[in-house]
């Protein structure tokens, strides 16, 4: 195993404890939903954006998804898994492919967690129309605001995170 592999592998993990501890340790409940808004989504933004859309993709999934699990709500454990996922993945895309060539890191932090927002509301709204049908739709405003929480917290921690070492060329 290479090193660089190694250490992809490491920080996968240690984002993914990241992304679980971030999601469990603010619960602010969403009236109506059942759900709550966390800061979990912005390490599942920098997933994305600093760990690439393999490594960033498992990291957030899977930390977001044991959130789930270690919180009770056993029934969003798969779909948390598949959003949170994806959102990582085209966060990367996104910051990395889409905006490349755009230098303001605050602008692209922003524009990324756009992107972010649209998918938290929508994915779950997905989702949670096979469970609750039609019902499913009055968790897009609170889902809409945790993407924008996860949006305004990510584009805080990217100029900082431009400051360690691991991740300067990457951001």
Request: hydrophobic residues 55%.
């Amino acid at each position: 195993m290479t090193m660089h592999k190694t250490k992809s592998m490491v920080f996968a993990a240690l984002f993914a404890a990241l992304a679980c501890v971030a999601t469990m340790s603010l619960h602010i409940p969403t009236p109506g939903t059942g759900g709550y808004i966390h800061p979990g989504d912005a390490i599942v933004v920098l997933s994305g954006i600093l760990l690439g859309p393999i490594y960033g993709g498992l990291a957030a999934g899977l930390g977001s998804a044991l959130a789930d699990l270690l919180s009770g709500y056993m029934v969003y454990v798969p779909i948390t898994f598949v959003v949170k996922a994806v959102i990582a993945v085209v966060c990367y895309f996104v910051y990395h492919k889409l905006l490349g060539k755009l230098n303001h890191i605050i602008l692209k932090g922003i524009i990324t967690g756009c992107f972010s927002t649209i998918l938290v509301a929508a994915g779950y709204c997905f989702f949670e129309s096979f469970i609750y049908g039609s019902g499913a739709l009055a968790s897009v405003p609170a889902n809409l605001i945790q993407g924008l929480s996860g949006l305004i917290i990510s584009t805080i921690l990217l100029p900082l995170l431009k400051q360690v070492p691991n991740f300067r060329n990457i951001i």
